[in-house]
């Protein structure tokens, strides 16, 4: 009896198995090339559909629209006294400037002028690349990696003072 049920058992295990892979062979199964054309005609048929019936929807309803159309008035708000409200305005508030910012900010804009009128020069003055094992001489232009096209102003025991767009620069010259 017991060597009944365990070919019972396996018996079932077996159409089991067999009706799985019947469903997964559903699933995996592509449609036929004639399932496809159907449903993508009736998908065009039905975008064909929608745009005429909101083509005509929009036509009906654009003449009704501005016939209905009324200006839109702002409603004022109610007071107790029936003034109108004073409206407060909002302060900007300005940034407060020390003395000793306002005098760096107007010798940077002197600075930044005396550039300009040197770079406009810079055809007529020599201008050579910066390098530090270099030796340069004061009143002559240089050319910096970063700091762009500068002016030298002077030359003191090797450093160099160089005016550049950015400000007043030193710059190391004649190192060994």
Not at 4 to 11: D, E, P, V, Y
Not at 59 to 72: C, F, H, L, M
Not at 160 to 169: C, N, Q, Y
């Amino acid at each position: 009896m017991a060597a009944k049920k365990k070919t019972a058992k396996k018996a079932a295990k077996k159409v089991a198995k067999k009706a799985a892979k019947k469903v997964a062979k559903k699933i995996t199964k592509k449609p036929t090339a004639k399932k496809v054309e159907k449903k993508a005609a009736a998908k065009k048929a039905v975008k064909k559909s929608t745009a005429k019936t909101t083509a005509k929807a929009t036509e009906a309803s654009a003449p009704a629209a501005k016939k209905t159309e009324a200006p839109v008035v702002k409603a004022k708000p109610a007071t107790l006294s029936g003034a109108e409200p004073v409206k407060k305005k909002a302060k900007k508030k300005k940034k407060r400037v020390t003395k000793a910012q306002q005098a760096a900010m107007e010798e940077q804009e002197v600075l930044n002028k005396k550039w300009e009128n040197l770079y406009t020069k810079a055809g007529q003055i020599k201008s050579a690349p910066y390098n530090m094992r270099s030796s340069y001489e004061a009143q002559t232009g240089l050319e910096h990696k970063v700091l762009g096209w500068g002016f030298i102003l002077s030359n003191k025991n090797d450093r160099l003072e160089v005016l550049f767009e950015s400000g007043i620069k030193v710059l190391i010259s004649n190192y060994k």
